[in-house]
C-alpha cells in the first residue's frame, strides 16, 4: 500500500470513527469546532496582517488589471479606431478576441497555481507580462496587430483573476469573504473611474507628444506601471499560510485550524499533486452548483458588458469626448463605496441570496430610463447610469457565494473558480456585438440583452438557494445516524486529523454542524 495501511486497519479505523465518537459533546465538540478565547484574540490580529499586506496589492493589481483590459474602449475616443483605419466590426471583433484568450486560459493556469503552490511567482509573472503586452500594443498599425495584441492581453491576463479568487480563499473564511471579494473588485470599479480619469488627462496633456497619438501614451504609461507593481508582487505577496515565513507558528497554527473549522475539513488536498488536480476537476465538474454558478455569473457579466461601451453612452449626452470620459467617474465611484457596504452586512447577516437577488431590479429600471429617454434629457439619462452600477453589487456576493457552496477541497475550489470564471466571461465575447452604432443613442438591443441576462441571474439565484437548502437537509439527516464512511471519506478524516494534530475521531466531530451559507 502507498501509505503503509493495510485493508484491515483502515477498516478498523472506519468502524471506530463512525462508532466511537467522544462522549463529551460539550467540552471536545466545542473544543474542535471553535477557536479558544486564546485562539480568537490571535485571529484578529492574524486578520489584521492578512488585510494590511494582501488585500492592498490584489486591489492595485486588479486596478492595473481592469485599467489594460479596458483602455481600448478609451483608446477608442482617443483616436485608435481612425489611426488603425478599423470598422466598427472590426473594433469589436478587438474587443472580444481578448475574452476568446482569455476562457481558454482559466482552468489549466488555475489548476497549474494550485499544483505549483507559489502564488506569488506565478501571479507576479503573469502580471509584468501583461504589463508588457499592454505597452507594446502602443505600436501596432493595422487591424491584424491589434487583435493579435489583444488576444495575447487576454492569454497572459487569464491567470490572474480567477487565480486571486481561489488564492482569497485560501486565506478567508467564508464570513469575511463577501466583503473583501467586494474590497477586491472594487479595484475594477475605481479603474472604472480613474481609467478614465487618466484618459482625458492624457489626451489633453499628451496628444502628439514625440510624434504619438493619445491612445499610444494611455497604452505606454499604463503597461509601464504594471510592469513595475508585477515585479514588487514576486517578492512581497506571501503564498500561504504554512509557507509565509514572517508568519508567527502560533499565527500559522490559527489560520489552517479556522480554515479546517469552516470546510469541516483540513484544506488541504489528498492524495499527490498530479491526482489531486485531476480529481478536483472532476469534483467540480460533477457537481451541480457549479454549472448554476457559472451561469448566474455569466449573466451578470453579460449584463455589466455595458461597462466596455460606457464612454460610448455617455458620448451620447452631446458633450466633448473628454467631458465624456469625465463622465464615466462619478457612477462608478459611487458603486466603490455602496458595494463595499453591500457586501459588509452580506457577512454580517450571513446571506448570499437576498443580497444576490435585490440589485436586480433597479439596474433592470436604470436600462429602461436609458431606453426609453433621448439625450436631452440629461438628468435621467444620466441617473440611470447610477442604477445600472448596481449589477456590480452582485459580483463580490457571487465570488464569496462560489466559495462557500464549494468549500473543499482545494484543487476542487481551483477549478470551479476557474471553469466559472470562463464560462462568465464568455459573454465578453458576444456583447460587444449587441452594441451597434446604428442604434445610438438608445442601444435598445444591446440594453435588452442586459435586462435577458440579469433576469437569467436572478434564476440561478433561486434554483442554487433550492439546491443548497435541499442539500443542508441531507447533512442534518446524516449527523443524526452513524453512518459508516468509505474510503475516501476516510483520507479525508486522516489528513485533517494529520493537519490539525487531532484522531481520527475528533476529526469526525469536527465534520459535524457545517453548513452551506444560503
Known amino acids: 500500500m502507498g501509505n503503509g495501511i493495510d485493508d484491515s486497519v483502515r477498516h478498523d479505523d472506519a468502524i471506530k470513527a463512525s462508532d466511537d465518537i467522544p462522549q463529551d459533546p460539550e467540552g471536545a465538540v466545542d473544543h474542535l469546532t471553535k477557536l479558544t478565547p486564546e485562539e480568537l484574540v490571535l485571529e484578529k490580529k492574524l486578520r489584521r496582517k492578512i488585510d494590511m499586506l494582501i488585500m492592498p496589492i490584489v486591489i492595485i493589481v486588479y486596478l492595473m488589471n481592469y485599467i489594460d483590459r479596458n483602455n481600448y474602449a478609451a483608446a477608442r475616443l482617443q483616436g485608435l479606431e481612425d489611426d488603425l483605419k478599423l470598422t466598427p466590426s472590426q473594433y469589436q471583433t478587438g474587443l472580444s478576441i481578448l475574452f476568446v484568450a482569455y476562457i481558454l486560459m482559466q482552468v489549466p493556469s488555475n489548476l497549474l497555481l494550485n499544483y505549483v503552490g507559489r502564488p506569488s511567482l506565478y501571479l507576479g509573472f503573469f502580471t509584468t507580462a501583461w504589463g508588457l503586452v499592454s505597452a507594446l500594443t502602443a505600436l501596432v498599425t493595422n ?49 472604472g473611474a480613474f481609467g478614465n480619469l487618466i484618459a482625458a488627462g492624457i489626451l489633453d496633456g499628451l496628444s502628439g507628444a514625440r510624434g504619438l497619438s493619445p491612445w499610444q501614451w494611455l497604452y505606454i504609461i499604463e503597461g509601464a506601471i504594471t510592469c513595475f507593481i508585477g515585479l514588487i508582487i514576486c517578492f512581497i505577496l506571501p503564498d500561504f499560510p504554512d509557507t509565509w515565513k514572517l508568519l508567527a507558528p502560533e499565527l500559522k497554527h490559527v489560520a489552517n485550524r479556522r480554515m479546517a473549522i469552516e470546510a469541516a475539513e483540513a484544506d488541504v488536498d489528498t492524495g499527490g499533486r498530479g491526482m489531486s488536480q485531476l480529481t478536483g476537476l472532476k469534483l467540480a465538474f460533477t457537481d451541480p452548483k457549479t454549472y448554476m454558478l457559472a451561469i448566474a455569473y455569466m449573466a451578470i457579466t ?33 458603486m466603490v463605496f455602496y458595494s463595499l457596504a453591500h457586501s459588509y452586512y452580506s457577512d454580517r447577516m450571513g446571506n448570499r441570496f437576498w443580497f444576490f437577488m435585490y440589485p436586480i431590479p433597479i439596474t433592470i429600471v436604470g436600462f429602461i430610463i436609458f431606453m426609453t429617454t433621448d439625450d436631452s434629457m440629461f ?28 468549500p473543499r477541497p482545494p484543487a476542487k475550489r481551483a477549478a470551479a473558480y476557474a471553469f466559472i470564471n470562463s464560462v462568465g466571461n464568455s459573454a465578453s465575447v458576444w456583447t460587444p456585438f449587441t452594441y451597434r452604432d446604428q442604434d445610438k443613442p438608445y442601444f435598445r438591443p444591446a440594453l435588452g440583452t442586459c435586462i435577458a441576462l440579469a433576469g437569467i441571474a436572478g434564476i440561478m439565484g433561486v434554483s442554487l438557494r433550492w439546491y443548497l437548502i435541499k442539500q443542508n437537509r441531507e447533512l442534518e439527516m446524516l449527523e443524526q445516524v452513524d453512518t459508516p464512511l468509505g474510503e475516501r471519506e476516510m483520507a479525508k478524516l486522516r489528513k485533517t486529523a494529520e493537519v490539525e494534530g487531532i484522531t481520527v475521531d475528533e476529526a469526525r466531530v469536527l465534520q459535524k454542524g457545517f453548513r452551506y451559507m444560503l
Open 379 to 406: 438628468g435621467p439619462r444620466y441617473f440611470s447610469f447610477f442604477l445600472m452600477m448596481f449589477i456590480f453589487a452582485m459580483f463580490g456576493t457571487c465570488f464569496s457565494w462560489i466559495a462557500s457552496a464549494l
Open 302 to 334: 453579460g449584463a455589466s458588458g455595458f461597462q466596455n461601451y460606457f464612454p460610448t453612452l455617455t458620448s451620447t449626452l452631446n458633450f466633448s469626448e473628454t467631458i465624456s470620459l469625465l463622465l464615466v467617474a462619478p457612477p462608478y465611484i459611487f
Open 143 to 191: 487591424y491584424g496587430q491589434i487583435v493579435a495584441c489583444r488576444f495575447l492581453l487576454g492569454l497572459v491576463e487569464a491567470p490572474f483573476f480567477a487565480g486571486v479568487l481561489f488564492y482569497l480563499s485560501k486565506w478567508y473564511t467564508k464570513r469575511e469573504l463577501a466583503l473583501r471579494m467586494s474590497i477586491f473588485y472594487s479595484g475594477s470599479l475605481v479603474s
